[in-house]
């Protein structure tokens, strides 16, 4: 077995590379010549546990390679993976360009069946295009070479892909003929191997599974968020709710916190693309609008009870920022709620220092010396009027509060992912706003 997989951005190398773990011969292909030679001297490009290691491993058994050449990669492949970026446009549709020309070159060198594979997060319909865009440019050669497409959308968490992709929960493939179903099954003979569920669909199903799970996920994270707001009106803690309601299976325990609003490459844009997918078609998406509305909102919370408790005046202020990732165990500030707080902070005078384990220099390139960088979490508070946790690292949820009692200039903490238990800092004598408690 033999694949092709066209982009090296996360989704295209954490799943090129786990396929190659499970045997498969996998040369993946990138436009960017720093990237493929990064890749090649065995460097990395994004941040994630484990899959390092992986591509070290995998490349030196020879299974794994990267090129720039798609003529290249593409001999002998019995599936092209399409694997590139799907940013959304300034309506908040999914920017289809990258996928379509990949699919024309493929068109353009194909010699042999293949099945041409869509991994990029693509609406309703985007297969179609894709076949489409590879036939026509196989008509203008004269070619009576065959191929399919497939839909195989992936469900990685960043900073835990190379799990999820090597155990996932199921495994979703949307297919047209017989033959690719075969090609795609033994593909994934490994998994099947494992008794991983692999569901076989139609392609419209296939793609539209992946978004309904992102915006059923942002759609549990919105409600939590709002059922956090209230609680904190009418005097409850949502934390004790969670529990309460997660322990009905219906409901389920994961995915329930409450906190400064859901960020990342996927949440926002996935709900953005279906409310336009729905748009589109003249139906419109109440629910996932009102998922989208309330993270807006989310995102400002923290701001808002730093403003109340400094009587709407921070000019001159200074805050210690615990976190700017989008989530712990990654780089990522894509739609970062840090973002939205730091400008809010800056607009309205006040300092920020702040501390990522990883995202530090993300933070640099994005936003440059608009604001202080520490060298560690606790030189992120000296003498700062207040502590304010915006991601939920694991190295921030036992901190030595005797150093950050010693760094603070008030014993102030505004908690955005509930990671400290509200009884016990009050014990430790702060001021502690948590979310929805
Ligand atoms: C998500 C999906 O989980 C994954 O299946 C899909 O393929 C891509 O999108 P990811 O964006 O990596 O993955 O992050 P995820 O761990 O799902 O978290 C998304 C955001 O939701 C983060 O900002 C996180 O902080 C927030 N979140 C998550 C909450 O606010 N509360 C929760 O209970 C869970």
Not at 203 to 217: G, R
Not at 234 to 241: C, K, L, R, T
Not at 383 to 394: K, L, P, R, S
Request: hydrophobic share 40%; charged share 30%; with cysteine.
């Amino acid at each position: 077995m033999r694949i092709t997989v066209v982009g090296t951005g996360y989704v295209g190398l954490v799943s090129g590379t786990c396929l190659a773990e499970t045997g498969v011969t996998v040369t993946c292909v990138d436009v960017d010549a720093s990237k493929i030679a990064l890749l090649n001297e065995g460097g990395i490009p994004i941040y994630e546990p484990g899959l390092r290691e992986l591509v070290i491993k995998n490349r030196a058994d020879e299974r794994l390679f990267f090129t720039t050449s798609l003529e290249e990669a593409i001999v002998d492949a019995d599936a092209v993976f399409i694997a590139v970026g799907t940013p959304p446009d300034e309506d908040g549709r999914a920017d289809l360009s990258y996928v379509l020309e990949v699919a024309r070159e493929v068109g353009q060198i194909l010699d042999h069946y293949a099945v041409v594979v869509t991994k990029s997060t693509v609406p309703v319909g985007t297969n179609q295009k894709v076949k489409e865009a590879v036939a026509a440019e196989l008509r203008k050669r004269n070619s009576d070479v065959e191929f399919d497409v497939a839909s195989n959308p992936e469900f990685l968490k960043e900073g835990d892909a190379v799990n999820d992709f090597m155990a996932p929960d199921r495994i979703v493939i949307g297919v047209e003929s017989e033959r690719a179903r075969k090609t795609m099954e033994r593909l994934y003979h490994a998994f099947l191997l494992n008794n991983t569920p692999i569901y076989f669909m139609d392609i419209p199903s296939a793609e539209m599974t992946k978004y309904a799970a992102n915006s059923m996920l942002a759609t549990r994270i919105s409600f939590m968020n709002d059922i956090a707001n209230l609680c904190e009106i009418v005097g409850a803690d949502v934390e004790a709710v969670k529990k309460g309601i997660g322990s009905d299976t219906r409901i389920g325990k994961k995915f329930l916190n409450a906190g400064c609003g859901y960020g990342g490459s996927c949440f926002p844009k996935d709900v953005k693309a279906l409310i336009k997918t729905g748009d589109e078609y003249g139906y419109r998406m109440e629910v996932l609008k009102a998922v989208e509305r309330v993270n807006e909102k989310q995102k400002e919370v923290l701001f808002s009870k730093i403003m109340k408790h400094f009587r709407q005046d921070i000019r001159g202020k200074r805050f210690g920022l615990w976190g700017l990732a989008f989530k712990p165990a990654t780089d990522d500030m894509r739609e970062a709620p840090s973002l939205v707080l730091i400008e809010r902070l800056l607009e309205a005078g006040a300092v920020v220092k702040a501390f990522d384990p990883v995202a530090m220099e993300e933070c640099k390139r994005r936003i440059g010396g608009k604001i202080e960088y520490a060298k560690n979490m606790y030189e992120a508070l000296t003498d700062a009027d207040a502590m304010v946790v915006v991601t939920e690292w694991q190295e921030f949820k036992v901190p030595k509060f005797t150093y950050i009692e010693k760094a603070l200039k008030e014993k102030v903490i505004f908690d955005g992912r509930n990671i400290y238990n509200a009884d016990q800092m009050k014990e430790f004598g702060y001021v502690y706003y948590g979310i929805g408690k």
